[in-house]
Structures are given as C-alpha cells and as structure tokens.
C-alpha cells in the first residue's frame, strides 16, 4: 500500500480491527472519571484558564464540605488533614505552574495538573522520612479531586471538541468511556494497552474503525497533531512527524474511508464447493448501521447488543417508549431477514464507569446478564416488553446471555410470556417472538439437552464461552495466553453444541470472535456449524474464504485435529490444515 | 531582608497540621518568605503547603529562614513565636 517515504517511522504492533486510515494524532489520557486530552489549541487558553480558575474553587468548595462532614463524624481533632488539602488547593507555586503550562505549552488543565503533580510526587517518593513519604497520598486524593472536577465542567462530551476527523491516540478506554467518543470523528484507534476481544476492540470493528494496539512506549512516539497512516489488518502504524503526507494521502483516499459503506457488496449466498450453504449474518448495535450491514451481505443481525442504550445514559432505568423506538427502527431496518437482539449484558460495576465491584470477578463470575436482569424483574420486563412491542415491525428474536442451566431460562421464559400475554393483539407480531438462549458458560453445555426442548434456538457466544471453560481472563495480560479457542476442552464442548443440536434440530449461531477469523471459522463449518455471526466489515472476506473450500474435507480435517492431544500439535496442525492457501 | 536559623522542637516535626499552620501563618504577610535546610541549597516557598511538607523537616532540623517584604520584622516575629511555641503542640 503506497510508497515508503524515508521520514516515515513505522511501528508495528497488533491489528485488532481491519481496515486503513489516515489522519492527525489526537492523544488523549485516561483516568478512573474519565477520558481528557493532552493539547489546547491557543485560541482555548483564556476558556481554559477559566475552566481550570473554576475547577479549583469547585473541588476548594467540595473539600469544606467533607471537612465539615468529617467534623461531624470523627470531631475536630482529624479535621486538619482535609486542611491540608485544602491549602494545596490553594497553594500559590502549584496552581501558578500549571496555569504557566497552560499557558506557555498549551497543555490541557488536565494533562497540566497531571504533569505538575507527578513531578511533585516524584519529588516526594525520594524523601527518606516515611512520614512526608506518605504525604503522597493526600496530594493524590487533592490531584484527582481537581482533575475530576476538571472533567466534571466538560462532563457532555469529554472530548467534545473533536469536531474534525481525528485518529485517538492513548493508552486504553473503558466500557464507559467509549459512550463519550464521537465515533463519526473517529477515523482509526491507537491505544496501548486493549486484548483482540476487549471491549474497545469488539466495539471498533462493528463500527468498522480501524484499531491497532500494543505499541510499546508509545506515548513518547506520537504527539498530538502527528500524521499517521494506520493500518488495521498488517498491525502497523506510520508516523510523518512533519506532515507530509500528501502523496500517500492521494494513494489512501479511496481505502481511507473503508467505511462500511464502500465495500463491494456480496449478497449472493455462502455455499461451498460440495454445495453446503453457510449463513451469515452480522453483529452490530448501531440501528443506522444496519442497512450497511445487510449490504455488505450480511442474511441478517445475528447479535444485536444492547448494552450501548444503558451505558449512553449511566442508568438501568431506560423507559419502554425510549427502547420501543430503537428496536422499531432496528426491526424496520432489517428489510425482512432476521435480527436478533441480546438483552442487557452489563454487570453493575460496567455501568457504573467500569469500576467494579468486588474486583475484578464482579464483571465476569458476578451478577451480569440475566443474572442482573432476573434481579432487577421491572428493569427486564421494561426490555421485554419494548422488543415485543417492535417485532411487529420486523423478524426479531430475543436471545438471553450468561444462561447457566434450565432454571434459569425457565424463569426467564415465564417472565416473557407474561409479558407477551399482558399485551394487546394488535400490540405485538401476529407469531411468538422466538427466544434463544446464549450458549456462553460451560454449564449451559452440559445440560444441552435439557435447554433445547424449551429454547427455540441457540447463539453461541466463543469468547466467553472459551474464558469461562479455561478459567482464563482473556483482558488479563498474566493469563491471556491461556485463551486458546483450540484447548481440546473447548474444542469438545464447541463440538458438543454441534452435535447436540443437529440431533434436537434447533438452529445455532454462532456469533464469537471465533466466528470472523478465518481459519476457526473453517473449524467450525467442519464441525457442522451451518449459521456464522461476524463484524459487518469480516463478512465480504469470510464468504470468499468458504466459498472455496468443501465441506467434507474441513468434516475429515476437524475429526484428525480433534484426535490430537497435545495443544501445540494442534495449534500446528489447525495453521497448516485450514490455512488461507489449504482448503 | 532578615535572615533566622530556627530549630524543629515540637516531637513530630513539620507534620501536617504544624505545616498548615505555618503556611497559614505565612499567607498572612505580604512578604516573601523562605525556607531551607541549613545543609542544603534548595529553597522552599513557606506559603506553599506542598513545598513545606516536601522539606520533611522532622524533630530537631534547623532551617535557615529568610525574609524579605515590607512586613518582614512582623512576619519574622510571629513565625519565630509559632515555631517556639511547637506549634501549639505541647510536646
């Protein structure tokens, strides 16, 4: 793709989302509130000054309050700790240097506060005397306090000021501080620190924006206002630190916008070379998104996640009308074929500005999906009740993630027919909404055949289902190695599914990252998975891919591969045997 | 400009509480005042709460004190009484 020039730095790291796109660096930091960037422009600094002066008086104003609360709770004696944070609120030499960065360097308040007080820390961390040592953490708790307050005056969009189309440089963003990120301004992510099936990622290939991570030390590399050329699919990101970008600019432009809509589009059907017809449908959960999903040639939204709703406003409490009008747009715009919607799949401390609960567990072994919806029965009847309501408009499904046994669905089930029975005729579709359930905890497998004779279908989430059998956290650097989608455990129990349901005969759809990748998803056409689930921007690829292989052959290859013991062999054995060249 | 070697006597030396209460007194006067470690060079705002606990000034360190300001005889009084007196400590 284009020419080298010699002023380049190319740095490779991990492609996580496909795709090509040029564009100035927008670094921005991250901190438990929030998302802030690290440059102003000069036309900003008297607004930021202002912001910053206001900032200060709030968190001044905020430490008076809890010191008379403190006062109240503990008496007078402790109170001179939080005078102590209030006098570095008032300190003359700490707020004058950043307000001179502000000024003179053009550092945003944030990143300004941030640098003046890791200096000052760093400062402290040297002194010999435990005690002054320990002064660190008051001066943390007063640097948070400002920053927070900080972003507190800028909550609408924390970087809101995009207002062109910029590539996001930092190190990593939480669940809850993707909803803050105009994604229309967003032409490619570089973030330091995200795995392949992190939130950040999975969210930036349905939305078909090119993401590249694990650069190492790349907040020194790359600065804000950079020319970049990030490439997607090789994993690699330039870097023309004066600019001249212009001949390569004319070379990208036409893959530069590898938006979802300037795809050739494919819909003509999947079969392979033996005639087998494979489905595949699209996952997404932007509604204005979906007609460029059907175009690409997706047979319909085989996951539609819905978490997006709750996280955009912070709160379970969403009202039936509010959802009602997303899931008709989302059934109107289908054009007929299938869509599936997944109900809320959160844990509480996501929600809550990804901060959980009872560390990191609470998000993955804790109370999420319908785990959270079963306890919270009102906030579950208000989803059911507005996905009911839209099926008239279209061919909606209704499928329940983190099932771990029968009970559980059953009780689940009840709620909906409920539901559905509390609804006028003309309220709802003239057949029952279909409800499936989201093969994704090992339990759920193993009483297979129990769930299939209450659900009406299955979807098969890999990416959990595969942490949840090796007891591997695949956002976890220490263990994520352990995420193998080719353990013979999880290869047994995917084969499980396959075989269980053939016999019971319910459809499955298979909608993991497992899915999109091209030699997994040969493994699971030859295990007899006939209904694939991908990103939207996976599907013209994938479709190629198995239109050129037979079906029996990848029915002989799976069974040798599931013959071999050892993982490395057949790790070995899966890259030779369903290799883009080996069909 | 009035120069003063005082001495850390309350037992837990420029803690918090004895910091505040010298920046507080300090903010009080139009006068520059600094301090500093007899041995050392580096120079510390004492109307600056981060750096006067950054002194880590524990029981019995001298500090060289200087002053400079309009205000300085009556700035160099009352931080010499708040200093003598431990800081209203006691101990």
């Known amino acids: ?583 | 400009m009035i120069k003063k070697v005082m001495r850390i006597e309350n037992e837990l030396g420029l803690h918090a509480r004895a910091a505040a209460k010298l920046v507080k007194l300090s903010s009080e006067f139009e006068s520059d005042i600094r301090l500093s470690k007899s041995n050392s060079s580096q120079r510390i705002d004492g109307k600056s709460i981060l750096g006067v606990l950054l002194l880590a000034a524990s029981h019995g360190t001298e500090l060289d004190i200087v002053f400079e300001g309009t205000d300085e005889a009556e700035a160099a009084a009352a931080v010499e009484k708040l200093i003598a007196g431990r800081f209203g400590e006691g101990k």
């Open chain 1, 1 to 583: 793709m284009g020419r080298k020039r010699p002023d380049w730095k190319e740095f490779k790291g991990q492609g996580l989302s496909a795709g090509m796109a040029t564009g100035h660096a927008f670094r921005m930091e991250t901190i438990s509130s929030g998302i802030f960037r690290i440059r102003i422009d000069e036309s900003e600094v008297e607004s930021e000054i202002e912001r910053f002066r206001k900032a200060v008086s709030d968190s001044h104003k905020s430490c008076l309050k809890d010191k008379a609360r403190l006062e109240k709770a503990v008496g007078r004696e402790l109170s001179y700790i939080i005078d102590a944070h209030l006098m570095m609120l008032e300190d003359p030499n700490f707020l004058g240097e950043i307000e001179k960065r502000i000024i003179d360097k053009l550092t945003s308040p944030e990143q300004a506060v941030r640098e003046v007080a890791d200096e000052l820390l760093q400062a402290y961390a040297e002194l010999e005397d435990d005690y002054f040592k320990d002064r660190v953490s008051d001066f943390e708790d007063v640097v948070e306090r400002l920053i927070s307050g900080l972003l507190q005056l800028n909550i609408e969009h924390p970087v809101k000021d995009i207002d062109k189309d910029i590539i996001l440089v930092g190190q990593s963003l939480k669940l809850s501080q993707l909803a803050s990120v105009p994604f229309d301004h967003i032409r490619a992510l570089v973030l330091e620190k995200v795995g392949n099936t992190s939130h950040v990622a999975i969210i930036a290939r349905s939305y078909g924006v090119p993401l590249v991570a694990g650069i190492e030390n790349m907040r020194n590399l790359i600065h804000s206002g950079d020319y970049l050329y990030v490439d997607g699919d090789a994993g690699i990101v330039r870097i023309s630190p004066n600019h001249e970008f212009t001949d390569i600019d004319a070379d990208v432009s036409s893959v530069s916008k590898v938006g979802l809509d300037s795809i050739a589009s494919d819909r003509e059907s999947c079969v392979t070379l033996d005639g087998r017809e494979i489905k595949i449908l699209g996952n997404t959960e932007i509604v204005s998104e979906v007609g460029a999903v059907l175009g690409l040639g997706a047979e319909g939204v085989g996951l539609f996640r819905t978490e997006y709703l709750y996280l955009k406003k912070g709160s379970l409490d969403i009202s039936e009308e509010e959802q009602f009008q997303v899931y008709r747009d989302f059934a109107e715009s289908l054009e007929g074929k299938v869509g599936i919607i997944r109900t809320l799949d959160l844990s509480f401390g996501e929600l809550k500005g990804g901060e959980f609960l009872a560390g990191d567990e609470g998000a993955v072994l804790g109370l999420r999906g319908i785990r959270l919806s079963l306890s919270r029965p009102e906030m579950f009847r208000t989803q059911v009740r507005a996905i009911l309501r839209a099926s008239k408009f279209g061919d909606l499904r209704v499928v329940l993630p983190m099932i771990s046994g029968l009970e559980e669905f059953l009780e689940a089930k009840k709620i909906i027919t409920d539901v559905a029975a509390s609804l006028a005729p003309g309220e709802t579709g003239s057949s029952p909404v279909k409800l499936g359930v989201l093969l994704e905890v090992p339990s759920a497998v193993m009483v297979l055949q129990s769930l299939a004779r209450e659900a009406d279908f299955f979807s098969l989430g890999t990416n959990d289902l595969i942490q949840y059998t090796l007891a591997a956290g695949r956002l976890n650097d220490e263990v994520s190695y352990l995420y193998n989608p080719l353990h013979p455990a999880v290869l047994s129990l995917l084969r499980k599914v396959a075989d269980t349901l053939r016999e019971s005969g319910k459809e499955v759809v298979v909608c993991g990252e497992m899915a999109s990748d091209e030699t997994y998803s040969k493994i699971l056409v030859g295990m007899g998975f006939q209904c694939l689930s991908v990103a939207p921007l996976a599907i013209p690829r994938l479709k190629e891919s198995l239109r050129l292989t037979r079906f029996e052959d990848l029915q002989v290859k799976v069974k040798e591969m599931m013959s071999i013991e050892n993982p490395p062999e057949i790790r070995e054995y899966a890259s030779r045997a369903f290799s883009a060249k080996e069909n």
